[in-house]
């Protein structure tokens, strides 16, 4: 892992120099990767890179501009078996203070690229964010597909699930029945 000292992975805004880009790598070590691999769900996490500039941005906000790199195995949603998966993602956050920091359980971002501008940015959140949003959501070995019978037995249940199919007959008395 590149030294916390050469390369910080969190930046006090404080210190940020607003006439120069302010550059950043972080490459996780293997336990850092194989912790994070624990956390996201993943068989293994095998390369992680995240590199960009942070410079300002107007008179008061700070514009990051990135590119995540990583290598992630996952099961199979299908087969279990493990699916390599390369990831590329550029990613782009304008950190301004005009906006507040979200409140409650459920709430709605109008804009995914607007984060409220506080001491410090944390580049190692950000990496691990954006690795999370880049990751297949239904990973698929290849060739996997549901099996025949199965998308019979779907398409069967779904015919027979009528649930109001015979009210009729019981309102109109059409059963034989007065």
Same mark, same amino acid.
């Given at each position: 892992?590149?030294?916390?000292?050469?390369?910080?992975?969190?930046?006090?805004?404080?210190?940020?120099?607003?006439?120069?880009?302010?550059?950043?790598?972080?490459?996780?070590?293997?336990?850092?990767? %194989?912790? =994070?691999?624990?956390?996201?769900? $993943?068989? &293994?996490?095998?390369?992680?890179?995240?590199?960009?500039? *942070?410079? @300002?941005?107007?008179?008061?906000?700070?514009?990051?501009?990135?590119?995540?790199?990583?290598?992630?195995?996952?099961?199979?949603?299908?087969?279990?078996?493990?699916?390599?998966?390369?990831?590329?993602?550029?990613?782009?956050?304008?950190?301004?203070?005009?906006?507040?920091?979200?409140?409650?359980?459920?709430?709605?971002?109008?804009?995914?690229?607007? %984060?409220? =501008?506080?001491?410090?940015?944390? $580049?190692? &959140?950000?990496?691990?964010?954006?690795?999370?949003?880049? *990751?297949? @959501?239904?990973?698929?070995?290849?060739?996997?597909?549901?099996?025949?019978?199965?998308?019979?037995?779907?398409?069967?249940?779904?015919?027979?699930?009528?649930?109001?199919?015979?009210?009729?007959?019981?309102?109109?008395?059409?059963?034989?029945?007065?």
């Amino acid at each position: 892992m590149i030294t916390p000292e050469s390369h910080p992975q969190r930046l006090r805004v404080a210190h940020l120099n607003p006439n120069a880009p302010t550059t950043f790598h972080l490459r996780p070590d293997e336990g850092v990767r %194989e912790d =994070l691999a624990a956390e996201l769900g $993943l068989d &293994a996490l095998t390369r992680l890179d995240f590199r960009g500039t *942070l410079r @300002a941005h107007g008179t008061d906000s700070w514009l990051l501009t990135a590119t995540l790199a990583a290598r992630v195995t996952q099961p199979c949603v299908i087969t279990l078996k493990p699916v390599r998966t390369d990831i590329s993602e550029p990613v782009r956050i304008q950190f301004s203070p005009h906006v507040a920091a979200p409140e409650g359980d459920e709430i709605e971002m109008p804009d995914e690229t607007l %984060e409220p =501008l506080g001491n410090f940015i944390d $580049l190692t &959140a950000i990496m691990v964010e954006a690795l999370s949003l880049a *990751l297949p @959501a239904y990973p698929r070995a290849e060739g996997a597909s549901l099996p025949q019978a199965a998308a019979a037995d779907d398409d069967a249940a779904g015919d027979t699930r009528r649930p109001f199919a015979g009210l009729d007959k019981l309102l109109g008395g059409k059963d034989g029945e007065s």
